[in-house]
């Protein structure tokens, strides 16, 4: 009888063991996916295309597909609309973070979009790495402030920097908080950056450095095709992923941070128009670039016409042909310039005049 007992409840361990067993990996794989990958989707300046609901539909179905743990939207993109941050929190909940940029000032300040949003700064722990989702619109020493006080005696892990302008970046900037641009220089903020600070994404638009419609030519050149750029500063790795208008195509990028790297970059993009190869006619070339010839005839016609367009070619790359370029876009500076210091020397004649005519009024009326 005892060993009846004895067997039953061999067999019920031994099948208390094995289901257990069997247990242990499901739980074990998912709490070592947790721990060890994070993958998040970062985005920028999307006011161009955000009221195109065929565009949207498509940029959220692909980023639902992704299945990120993280989404953050680093400004620029109507994130002191209601509307806007609530279709993103209907769609993606508690994973999709903001960041401001110039666009969401008003009057400014960020009133609206702190009323909408809930907050200006915010920090995402994760088990890896640690988000700091920054406002670089303010005075640098706010900014440091948020820096500091939310990595210093903190655990230490890898601090990626979120925000919206190119805070590394020198070559466009305001005299004055909440302007168009960042109102600091790098060497104001750089020890805090190099001290704490690994990685920094931007979200910012592109068109300092590229353009992509030609209807929106800036002072760069024509790149339809740029998703993101790197650049290094001292230790830090910093990414610019802000898209342009949105069209041809609309860029964003994918990064994987795990136990060995805080950032694996996967670039992505939606057609939004045209389709790759895209439309030569919609290029703005390089001065000197030569249509290459479809011909493999070696008469001497197409030889001559090969030779001159080469030729033609030179002379655009020419130092004399780029001298007259910088000169024309120099000569357009100050005709603007002039218009604009004449236009204001006017302004002020009338303004002027008219507190003349009224101080005299006054008078007479006075007088009388």
């Excluded at 680093?74 to 940029?101: H, I, Q, T």
């Amino acid at each position: 009888m005892n060993f009846i007992k004895n067997k039953k409840r061999v067999i019920l361990f031994l099948f208390s063991f094995l289901f257990i067993n069997q247990l242990k990996p499901l739980e074990s794989s998912l709490s070592y996916e947790e721990d060890t990958e994070i993958r998040s989707i970062i985005i920028g300046h999307l006011y161009p295309i955000f009221d195109e609901i065929d565009i949207k539909e498509k940029l959220f179905k692909k980023i639902s597909n992704l299945n990120p743990n993280y989404i953050f939207v680093l400004g620029d993109s109507k994130l002191n609309d209601k509307n806007v941050v609530n279709y993103w929190r209907n769609n993606f909940g508690k994973k999709v973070f903001f960041a401001p940029g110039n666009q969401e000032i008003v009057q400014g300040n960020l009133d609206e979009y702190f009323s909408v949003v809930g907050y200006k700064n915010i920090v995402v722990e994760t088990p890896i790495v640690r988000f700091l989702v920054g406002n670089s619109n303010s005075h640098y020493s706010e900014l440091i402030n948020f820096i500091e006080s939310n990595t210093k005696d903190k655990e230490e892990k890898h601090n990626i920097l979120l925000l919206h302008h190119r805070i590394w970046d020198d070559t466009l900037t305001n005299s004055r908080p909440y302007s168009h641009d960042k109102s600091y220089y790098l060497k104001d903020i750089y020890p805090i950056l190099k001290k704490y600070i690994s990685t920094i994404f931007a979200g910012n638009s592109k068109h300092q450095f590229f353009f992509d419609k030609k209807e929106f030519r800036s002072i760069g050149r024509q790149n339809m095709n740029n998703i993101y750029w790197a650049d290094r500063v001292g230790n830090i790795n910093a990414y610019s992923i802000g898209t342009g208008m949105g069209r041809p195509k609309l860029g964003f990028v994918e990064i994987i941070s795990n136990k060995k790297n805080e950032v694996i970059i996967v670039p992505h993009h939606i057609q939004t128009e045209f389709e790759d190869p895209l439309p030569i006619n919609q290029l703005v070339t390089v001065p000197g670039s030569v249509p290459p010839t479809k011909s493999k005839s070696n008469n001497i016609g197409a030889k001559i016409e090969s030779t001159y367009s080469e030729f033609k070619g030179k002379l655009k790359r020419s130092n004399f042909y780029l001298r007259y370029l910088n000169f024309r876009e120099y000569l357009n500076y100050y005709v603007n310039m002039f218009y604009f210091l004449l236009g204001s020397f006017i302004t002020l004649l009338v303004r002027h005049i008219l507190i003349k005519r009224t101080k005299l009024k006054v008078l007479k009326k006075i007088i009388k």
